[in-house]
């Protein structure tokens, strides 16, 4: 069967969701792989890679293919070039996309989001969000340290001392440990708070301070944090106030599944900081966990710089598209026929499987993912 890979459309989508080192792996499942001329352009990889790889460069790639491998969700014209029955694997926020979500359905489209892969041991390999969140916290830490007039680690000189940065992290999940981690290697005085008990002592193995607040921890279901109290937000921006203020950098990451990610911080805190302080909001582009932050830009508050996130991953095309193009090799070979019976190369997904089966939007005609259905029907 045909598996083809889309030249993203989307405005600052820098991303490819196949790189050519990963070709070979569909091949040897037995796929034929079709890539749009300048499909990996942006994210390094030229078309004569790809023909390397194993791939054709084809602009008709879409029209003939089983498998669609992208990383935003397709365009509705997009859509339309579609066989019914082919399959797509990209992110598909549904309710972003509601008319591309009722085209898959209407043209019988077999439709899966990477996000709603659950967070199991055995789909950890195919975990868009993890591999993506991985390339965000690294790039938030970078970002902040390159807006920062200052070291971010300790340097003692014949000239003097220069004390290092104080980068404050709040939410420490993926990317915010990724934050962490960077942050520290740069060798930056890291402090971190979340509000999972459990993220204190990940906080500590990677060299920083767990900032301790007298709250309640609010664990949610599957690992994930619950939504807090308006009650509860308000005493915890209290208690962080301080140490925002003491910062030089402040990383925030915070988020909710399923909800506007939470504010953490005011822009009074922000105006507490010393100038030429500098404050990067992951979470703009969900709600901002800073107030004021504005999705892709870089505003001033107070005598603070706040720089907010708009996808993030994409400012890193490369190495996003090579942890991507892996998450989905692992989830096309989940859904590939095994045994004798099927040839080589047989797109066959196990409806009784845990992973595909929550994953999918739309099959057969229908919505057959419960909380979209409801909400687009
Ligand atoms: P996420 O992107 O949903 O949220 C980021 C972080 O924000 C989380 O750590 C959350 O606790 C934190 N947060 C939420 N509200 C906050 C608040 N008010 N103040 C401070 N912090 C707040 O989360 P994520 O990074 O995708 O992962 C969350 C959890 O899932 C982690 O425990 C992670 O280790 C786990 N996880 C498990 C798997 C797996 O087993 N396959 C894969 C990925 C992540």
Redesign the pocket.
Known sequence: MRIAVVRETREAEARVAMVPELVGKLTALGYEVLVEPGAGLSAGATDADYTTAGAQVDDRALDDADVVLAVQPLGVDQVRRLRRGAATISFLPTAQVPEVVRDLRDLAITSFAVELVP???R??SM?A??SQ?LVSGYRCAIVAAGMLRRFFPLNMTAAGTVPPAEVVV???????LQAIATARRLGAVVKA????A??AEEIRSLGAQAIELDLET?EGA????RE?SEER?AR?RELLAPHIASADALIT?????GRTA?V?VTAAMVERMRPGSVVVDLAAESGGNVEGSVPGEVVRVGGATLWGGRNVPAQMPAPASRLYAQNLVNLVALMTAAGEDAPPGTFLPDWGDEIVAASCVTRDGAIVHDPTRVALE
């Open positions: 967070r199991i041991s789909a950890q975990d969000l993890s969140s709040l939410g420490a999940g993926v990317a915010g708070y979340d509000v999972r459990a993220a609010l599957g690992g994930y944090a807090m937000a915890q990451t915070a988020a909710v599944p939470p953490l």
